[in-house]
Nanobody
Framework: QVQLVESGGGLVQPGGSLRLSCAASGSISSIVVMGWYRQAPGKQRELVADITRGGSTNYADSVKGRFTISRDNAKNTVYLQMNSLLPEDTAVYYC?????????WGQGTQVTVSS
């Protein structure tokens, strides 16, 4: 099994920044993809960004130019740097880790963007 520990959520004003972290531990062979999803009340969970072991990235159109995903393969950790935050970014952010044949989810960290 793999455990994911998320941190970095909180309350921030519009235009502010936060950095989310997700550290994976446990029975890890090789991580194929790490990423971030978010879910706001009344909405479906959606992809924010993901990154492959080789560093290829994918972003939702709504966050391009504002968010940056990165990973430290040696530490099995993925980060999401969120800049120019908007109220629409308010959601629970979930870390996702894909190892061969299995997908794991973190428990989520709340991000609230409000004045």
């Amino acid at each position: 099994q793999v455990q994911l520990v998320e941190s970095g959520g909180g309350l921030v004003q519009p235009g502010g920044s936060l950095r989310l972290s997700c550290a994976a531990s446990g029975s890890i062979s090789s991580i194929v993809v790490m990423g971030w999803y978010r879910q706001a009340p009344g909405k479906q969970r959606e992809l924010v960004a993901d990154i492959t072991r080789g560093g290829s990235t994918n972003y939702a159109d709504s966050v391009k130019g504002r968010f940056t995903i990165s990973r430290d393969n040696a530490k099995n950790t993925v980060y999401l740097q969120m800049n120019s935050l908007l109220p629409e970014d308010t959601a629970v952010y979930y870390c996702k880790v894909v190892v061969p044949f299995i997908t794991y989810w973190g428990q989520g960290t709340q991000v609230t963007v409000s004045s």
